[in-house]
C-alpha cells in the first residue's frame, strides 16, 4: 500500500472512529435517559401504590379490629348463657347460642393434662377434638390466656382477657376463611372462641383496595406487564405448608406475595428484592423471558411491613426506540466516511508530490549514486529534511571509503589471528554450552592425538575419573560468567596417556553480552612436573644424608640395650619375660626409624588424599627428637585432637615441614625451645601450622628472597629447599610466610586448605577468584 493509500485511510478511520464514538455516546446517552425515565415511571406507580397499600391496610386493619370487638362482645354473652363448667355444657345449645350472638360458630377449648389445649365443644361437629399443639403462636396464645389471662406475643389484637389472631384458613375447611376470638377470665374453665367468616375482608381488596388499583394500572400502561408486592421477611425462604384436611394451605399471615399476581418469577428476585429492602433504594434489572426482554424495577414502600413492590415493565420498547435510532446515526456516519476517504486522497496527493521527489533521490542513493542531491525550495520541515539527505549524502561517501579501509584492517587482522592461534604451542579448542566441540587448532591435535574429524561436534572425553568432580565445578563457574585461569590438573589423551597441563577456561560472549560458547586453552607442564619432582627429590636425598647422623645415634641407643640383654642370657642361660618384651620393644623403634626413613627417601607416586596434619607432624617430631636432644632443643608440638583434614599428598607435606624444622633447628646453635604449633583457621577453611623458633632471626632485606633459587641466609645452603617447599604448597593451594626479627627468631606459617575446600581457581574478567567447595 503506497502512503498516499495508507493517509487516505488513517483520516477515514480516524473519521470513523470519531463517528462511532459518538453513536456510541448518543447510544448509550440515549439508553441511559429512556431506562432513567422508566425508573422514574416506575417510581411514580409505586408511590401510588404505597399510598393504596398503606390506606387499604387502614381499612382492613379497621375492619378487622371491629371484627374484633364484635367477637370479644359476643364471648362475652356466650359467658353469661354457658354454665362455667364444661362437663354441663353440650354442643346442642351452642348451636342455637351461635346463631343469636350472629356468629358462624361458637367452640370451647380446654386444656388436657397432657399440656395439650383442644376443643371440647363446638357448634360445629367437625371441630370437636382438634388439637392446637401444632398451631405455632396460636398455641402459646391460648397457654397464656389459660396462665395469665392475657396475651403478649406480638401477633393478633390483643384486649382484657381476649386476643384475636389474624384472618387464615380454617382447619376444618381449607377452603373457607374465618376471624376467630378467645376469651378467658378464669371464671370458666374453657376458652371462648366465636368465629365468623372473614372472606369479605379479601372481596374487599379486590374490588377496592390494592389488587384493584393494580389492575387499573396495567391496563392503562401499555409498557407495564405485571406489578406484585413482596413481603422480604418471607420472600425466597421455604413456604410455611400446613395440611388441612389432606390439602396444602398457605397461612395468610406469612405470604410472600402480598398482592399482586406475580407473573414473571425468577431465581434472583429474592436476591434483588432483599437489596432494595435493606438499602431502601430502587433495584432495576434486565431479563429475558421466553424470548422477551423485560426491565424488573424493585421500589421498597415506606409502610407499616416495609413491603417491596416488584414492577415488570416491557423492554421491548425501548429496544425498538434505541435501535430506530442507531441505524439513523449509522447511515449518517457511512455517507460521511465516503466523502472523508474521496477528500483525504486527494489532499494526501498533493502532500506527497515532495516527499516523492525525497524518495526518488534516497532511491538513488540506494543504488550507488550517493553523488545525487536535492533542490531545496523552502525551509519547512520537508526542506529540513532534504538538507539534511544532502548532508547524510556527503557522509556516506566519506564514511563508505572509510568502511572499506576498515575491512582491509579486519581481514589482515583476522589472518594474522588465525596465524596465531593455528601456530601456538598451547592448544585451543571452543566447545558450545553442551560440551560439544566446535573449533580447535593444530596444537590440539597434536597435544591430545584427535584429529579435527573425529572430535568435532562430540563431547571430549579426557578427563580422569577422579578429576571429574573438579572439572564440572570449572565449567560451572564458566557458564555462570567467571574464568578460570592457571588451574593446573590431569588429562588424558586419545590412548589414554596421563598428561599434567595447565588450563584456562573463559566464557566467549555475543554481541548482547549472552554466553554462547567456552574457550579452553591447554598448556602441557608434563616435563615441568618432571623437573620439579627430580627436584624435590634431591632436596629431599640431601635431607636425609644431613640427618644420617641423627638417625644413626637413635638407631645405636636401642642397639646397645639389645647387646647388654644378649651378654646377660649369654652368662645365666635364659632370660626374664620382661626382658624379652623389652628387646622386642627395641626391635620395633629400630624398624619403625629405618621404615620412616625409608618411606621419606623412596620416591612415592604423587597421590592426593585426605591428610592427618597432626599425624604427619608427630611422624615428624618422632624422626628428629634425636637430632634435637643431640643440639639441646626441646621440641614441643602443640596439636589439638579436632583439626580439619586436608587433602593432599602427606609425604610431600612431610618434606615441607622437615625442611622448615631443620631450618629452625639450624638457626638455634645455642638450643631452647622449638614450637610447633597446629589450628584450625581463623576463616575455618583450613588449618594453620606454624613453626617458631628462638634462633638468631632473618634480616628484614633477606626475608623477600627467601624461596629464590640458590639464595640461602646459611653458609653452605643453596636456596633449593624453600623453594621446593614453596611449590609443593603451592600444589596445595594453600600458603607459606615467614616473620622475623633479628635477636628474638623466626615464625614460618603454612596454611592450607581443608579437604572441603577444592582448589582455588584463577580470575576472570576482573572478577575475585571463585573457589569451588
Known amino acids: 500500500m503506497t502512503i498516499k493509500a495508507k493517509i487516505s485511510a488513517f483520516i477515514t478511520a480516524l473519521v470513523a472512529i470519531i463517528l462511532i464514538m459518538n453513536i456510541s455516546i448518543y447510544y448509550y446517552s440515549s439508553k441511559n435517559d429512556l431506562e432513567h425515565r422508566t425508573e422514574n415511571q ?15 391496610q387502614t381499612s382492613r386493619k379497621a375492619m378487622e379490629d371491629t371484627a374484633g370487638v364484635m367477637l370479644r362482645i359476643a364471648a362475652l354473652a356466650a359467658k353469661e348463657r354457658l354454665d362455667p363448667d364444661i362437663a354441663n355444657v353440650t354442643n346442642e345449645e351452642l348451636v342455637p347460642l351461635a346463631k343469636d350472638l350472629g356468629v358462624q360458630h361458637l367452640t370451647l377449648w380446654v386444656r388436657k393434662p397432657d399440656g395439650d ?131 396444602p394451605v398457605y397461612n395468610l399471615d406469612v405470604r410472600d406475595v402480598v398482592f399482586g ?56 420498547a425501548i429496544h425498538q426506540a434505541l435501535s430506530h435510532q442507531l441505524i439513523v446515526q449509522i447511515v449518517i456516519s457511512l455517507i460521511l466516511a465516503a466523502a472523508a476517504l474521496l477528500i483525504s486522497y486527494f489532499l494526501a496527493g498533493v502532500l506527497l508530490m515532495p516527499i516523492n521527489r525525497i524518495l526518488e533521490t534516497v532511491n538513488e542513493m540506494a543504488r550507488g549514486r550517493l553523488d545525487s542531491r536535492l533542490e531545496v525550495r523552502k525551509m519547512d520541515e520537508l526542506g529540513r529534511l532534504s538538507t539534511r539527505i544532502n548532508a547524510m549524502g556527503d557522509n556516506l561517501e566519506h564514511y563508505t571509503s572509510r568502511l572499506e579501509e576498515t575491512a582491509e584492517e579486519l581481514r589482515s587482522t583476522k ?91 573463559s566464557p566467549i ?146 618434606q615441607v615441614f622437615l625442611n622448615l624444622i631443620k631450618n629452625a633447628m639450624e638457626s638455634m646453635p645455642d638450643g631452647g625451645a622449638l614450637l610447633i604449633e597446629a589450628m584450625e583457621a581463623p576463616d575455618h577453611q583450613g588449618v594453620s601450622i606454624r613453626v617458631i623458633d628462638q634462633g638468631e632471626g632473618i634480616p628484614e632485606e633477606a626475608l623477600s628472597r627467601l624461596g629464590e633459587p640458590f639464595y640461602s641466609t646459611k653458609p653452605t645452603g643453596n636456596g633449593l629447599g624453600l623453594m621446593v617447599s614453596q611449590q609443593i604448597i603451592a600444589t596445595h593451594k594453600g600458603s607459606l610466610k615467614f616473620t622475623s626479627k633479628l635477636g628474638q627468631g623466626t615464625v614460618a606459617e603454612v596454611n592450607l586448605p581443608a579437604s572441603h575446600t577444592s582448589i582455588v581457581l584463577g580470575p576472570g574478567n576482573g572478577s575475585p577468584s571463585p573457589t569451588i567447595a
Open 42 to 56: 416506575m417510581s411514580i406507580i409505586a408511590k401510588q401504590i404505597g399510598f393504596t397499600v398503606e390506606a387499604t
Open 117 to 247: 389445649i383442644v376443643v371440647a365443644r363446638s357448634s360445629d361437629p367437625k371441630e370437636i377434638g382438634q388439637s392446637s399443639r401444632t398451631w405455632d403462636y396460636w398455641f402459646t396464645a391460648f397457654n397464656q390466656l389459660f396462665d395469665d389471662h392475657a396475651v403478649t406475643i406480638p401477633e393478633g389484637e390483643k384486649m382484657e382477657n381476649y386476643w384475636t389472631g389474624p384472618i387464615n384458613f380454617s382447619t376444618t375447611n381449607p377452603n373457607r376463611i374465618n376471624k376467630w376470638g378467645y376469651y378467658y377470665d378464669g371464671t370458666t374453665n374453657y376458652i371462648i372462641n366465636p368465629l365468623i367468616n372473614a372472606k369479605p375482608f379479601l372481596d374487599f381488596q379486590q374490588s377496592a383496595g390494592t389488587d384493584a388499583v393494580i389492575q387499573k394500572i396495567v391496563r392503562d400502561n401499555s409498557d407495564v406487564l405485571d406489578i406484585s408486592g413482596f413481603d422480604p421477611r418471607f420472600f425466597g425462604k421455604e413456604k410455611i405448608i400446613k395440611y388441612k384436611k389432606g390439602n
Open 261 to 316: 399476581s406475580y407473573s414473571y418469577p425468577s431465581e434472583k428476585d429474592a436476591g434483588h428484592i432483599l437489596q432494595a429492602s435493606e438499602s431502601q433504594e430502587i433495584v432495576t434489572v434486565k431479563e429475558n423471558a421466553n424470548g422477551a426482554r423485560l426491565i424488573k424495577t424493585f421500589i421498597p414502600l415506606d409502610v407499616a411491613n416495609h413491603y417491596v413492590v416488584g414492577i415488570v415493565s416491557d423492554g421491548e
Open 415 to 505: 589472518q594474522y589471528l588465525e596465524s596465531f592461534v593455528n601456530h601456538t604451542s598451547d592448544a585451543i579448542h571452543l566447545s558450545d554450552l553442551e560440551g560439544n566441540i566446535t573449533q580447535m587448532n593444530k596444537a590440539f591435535e597434536t597435544l591430545y592425538g584427535w584429529a579435527e574429524s573425529e572430535i568435532i561436534g562430540k563431547r571430549l572425553a579426557n578427563v580422569p575419573e577422579e578429576h571429574a568432580q573438579e572439572y564440572r565445578k570449572v565449567w560451572e563457574i564458566v557458564v555462570r560468567g567467571g574464568a578460570v585461569t592457571g588451574i593446573e590438573t590431569v588429562r588424558c589423551d586419545k590412548n589414554g596417556t596421563l598428561l599434567d597441563v595447565s588450563l584456562t577456561v
Open 509 to 654: 560472549r555475543d554481541e548482547e553480552d549472552r554466553i554462547v560458547a567456552v574457550a579452553t586453552i591447554t598448556r602441557n607442564i608434563t616435563e615441568r612436573k618432571k623437573t620439579e619432582e627430580m627436584l624435590r627429590q634431591s632436596e629431599k636425598l640431601a635431607v636425609v644424608g644431613q640427618m644420617a647422623a641423627g638417625f644413626a645415634h637413635e638407631i645405636r641407643n636401642p642397639l646397645t640395650t639389645l647387646r647388654g640383654f644378649v651378654q646377660l642370657q649369654k652368662k645365666q642361660g635364659s632370660l626374664q619375660p620382661t626382658y624379652l618384651e623389652i628387646m622386642l620393644s627395641e626391635l620395633d623403634r629400630i624398624n619403625h626409624i629405618v621404615g620412616e626413613l625409608l618411606i621419606f627417601s623412596k620416591p612415592q607416586p604423587v597421590r592426593f588424599q585426605e591428610a592427618s596434619v597432626k599425624d604427619i607432624l608427630q611422624d615428624i617430631a618422632t624422626m628428629l627428637d634425636s637430632q634435637a636432644k643431640q643440639n639441646n632443643i626441646e621440641l614441643q608440638l602443640l596439636c589439638p585432637n579436632e583439626l580439619p583434614v586436608v587433602r593432599g599428598e602427606p609425604n610431600q607435606l612431610k
